[in-house]
């Protein structure tokens, strides 16, 4: 019969607490770098200095090492939403741009206070069917409570058009978490964005970028619904022999 490992098969003589966090700072990277399914506890382990008996210790196996990867950087974050997400309903009246706000802001206007954006960013677009419902986890109750405040807040939109768009503005956000880095860090071309170096510092303030993000996916919201357009835009796109965008077909 196995027995569990103990703190002295993980690593002797050397402070579990800090081999925990070794582990954790190890795999957050290397996920972030080669992605979940391209990791091995061996290249963990390796980066940590520390031994596959150690994250046995600490987390029980890899999918737990990507839980305990994810809560650290999750639930800091979705505290401070579901933070904000209260005080604007224990208000009188509130819209779909401050719902919108309350998700997005914590993101992107205070970056430095949550570590690990890029990563969990990435995780979004995770391709592995079990991966990506592991990843999703963390974010089942804040998912629910802005599906509810979205539905306050725009009554005459369907169930369907609700939880696509939300989960539309949920991947916008990914997607500009992801290029803001790159941005950042110059690996996009700066002629590729069609901006000066000026109009970028500017463009990529945090604040800026929240409120165009949040405008943009409010926008989007109250859009009209698919099946309901105005029947006589389709008509005149037809009769000019044209597409919506105006392009000859």
Do not use: C
Request: proline share 6%.
């Amino acid at each position: 019969m196995s027995r569990k490992p103990t703190a002295a098969d993980a690593e002797p003589n050397v402070d579990a607490t800090s081999t925990k966090t070794q582990l954790l700072d190890a795999a957050e990277g290397l996920f972030e770098e080669r992605g979940i399914r391209g990791t091995s506890l061996r290249a963990i382990t390796e980066r940590a200095n520390a031994n596959i008996a150690s994250v046995n210790y600490h987390f029980g196996s890899k999918r737990d090492l990507i839980s305990a990867v994810l809560a650290r950087r999750v639930d800091p974050l979705n505290a401070e939403r579901l933070r904000l997400l209260d005080e604007l309903e224990a208000s009188s009246h509130f819209d779909l741009e401050q719902v919108f706000d309350a998700l997005i802001a914590p993101a992107l206007r205070q970056p430095e206070r949550y570590p690990g954006l890029r990563l969990l960013a990435r995780m979004h677009f995770e391709p592995d069917p079990a991966i990506y419902e592991l990843v999703q986890q963390p974010f089942v109750e804040v998912q629910h409570r802005f599906l509810a405040a979205l539905r306050a807040a725009a009554p005459d939109l369907s169930e369907a058009s609700l939880k696509w768009r939300l989960s539309f503005a949920i991947g916008a956000m990914a997607a500009t978490i992801v290029n803001l880095e790159k941005l950042r860090a110059g690996s996009i071309p700066l002629e590729s964005t069609g901006q000066t170096k000026s109009d970028l510092e500017i463009s990529i303030e945090p604040g800026a970028v929240t409120q165009q993000l949040t405008r943009f996916v409010t926008g989007g919201m109250v859009a009209d619904e698919v099946g309901m357009l105005d029947p006589k835009r389709k008509t005149s796109h037809s009769q000019k022999g044209t597409s919506p965008s105006g392009a000859k077909r």
